[in-house]
């Protein structure tokens, strides 16, 4: 039997473990000084000045688009090439999302595209940054302030990556900017995200909304005092995830390292169509997808290698949901037309050398 290879694993080691038994021994399993404690890495690592912990990346999506605003009769754009959670975090809210096609060659959401969609009802922009790769922020962000739009950035794919001379989660470019760390995600808490901003008035918001729309005050001196002010939601991180994600973010320039070797070693393995990385970026890759004729053919032969792949995604104006808003097929052909023969390799940085030369060898058999 063939060595299994997923596209995507998480990396947990001892030190790992560590982290979370030392917390299962400490007072505080959750509510404690560990979500604080990560809050302020993220916050360091990525530049941003507030940073908020939740229970999962679609959590914070939803938070992101509620502190913006959004609601009935509002619109905000996304790209239709991503997982379901950055248009549902729009539904949430009772607005509808409208769909920017992507650019062919990066899968990213397209800034012209963007633009051509706009209408007076626009109040967000929530771009995705496919495969860990930037979408263009400068040119997303002129967009959006010109018209006094709201940019959430979609950064679950793009934990340590960069844009320009500055990291992903930075918000220099956008509003709020959300993680996801999801086991394939870059770094993993089990479940659990993040969302970083620059603006104060964002973050009391994000911080209240997190937990039931509660607020504590400085006349409130008694420990059960509170009053909740706005109907939030219980999105909390507990302590358990914050440690792993302490431990994690340690060793995320080291996975950085090997995601981009990885990739390397599949450009130069691999003569077959895959994605191009512009010049402002330097992506923490999440993803490789490969672009196949006959994918669902490839797809089956691959798994009977020992190759467990999967399409990343089904665009998302495609799905049964989504009619309701009257989208259908042919709306976005870039989209679709990437999405009929896209499919992700094995990328995680646990895979050796040697997994690597397998992998290849399997993929060439079956081209």
């Known amino acids: 039997m063939p060595k299994i290879y997923s596209y995507g694993y998480q990396y947990i080691d001892e030190s790992d473990i560590s982290s979370v038994i030392e917390v299962l021994r400490s007072d505080y399993l959750t509510c404690g000084p560990k979500i604080g404690e990560f809050e302020n890495l993220i916050c360091s690592f990525t530049g941003a000045k507030y940073c908020v912990a939740v229970s999962n990346g ?170 909740m002010r706005e109907l939030g939601y219980n999105y909390r991180m507990t302590d358990l995830q914050a440690a792993l994600g302490i431990s994690q973010l340690s060793k995320l320039g080291r996975f950085k390292k090997r995601r981009r070797e990885i990739v390397e070693f599949y450009n130069e393995n691999l003569q077959i169509d895959h994605l191009v990385e512009r010049e402002f970026s330097n992506a923490c890759f999440h993803l490789y997808p490969i672009l196949t004729e006959n994918r669902r053919e490839f797809y089956f032969r691959a798994r009977e290698k020992g190759l467990h792949l999967q399409v990343h995604y089904i665009p998302v104006h495609t799905q049964p949901y989504y009619s309701r808003f009257s989208y259908k097929l042919g709306d976005y052909p870039k989209s679709e037309a990437y999405y009929s023969k896209c499919i992700s390799l094995p990328l995680y940085p646990s895979l050796d050398d040697g997994d690597l030369s397998e992998i290849v060898k399997r993929i060439k058999e079956i081209l």
């Open 58 to 227: 679609t959590a914070g999506l939803h938070l992101a688009a509620m502190a913006a605003g959004l609601g009935a009769g509002d619109e905000a754009i996304t790209s239709p090439i991503t997982f379901l959670s950055s248009a549902n975090c729009i539904c949430f809210t009772g607005a509808k999302p409208v769909f920017a096609d992507i650019e062919s060659d990066t899968a990213n959401i397209d800034p012209t595209e963007i633009e051509s969609r706009i209408t007076g009802k626009t109040k967000a922009i929530i771009p995705v940054h496919f495969a860990g790769q930037s979408c263009d922020m400068k040119r997303i962000w002129s967009i959006a302030q010109k018209r006094g739009i709201t940019v959430i950035e979609d950064a679950a794919h793009a934990m340590g990556s960069d844009y320009e001379d500055t990291k992903v989660g930075s918000c220099k470019y956008s509003d709020m900017t959300v993680f996801s760390f999801h086991p394939v995600k870059n770094i993993t808490t089990g479940e659990g995200g993040a969302i970083t901003t620059n603006n104060s008035a964002l973050y009391e918001k994000l911080l209240s909304l997190r937990s039931h729309g509660m607020h504590k005050d400085g006349n409130m001196r008694a420990t059960w005092e509170y009053e």
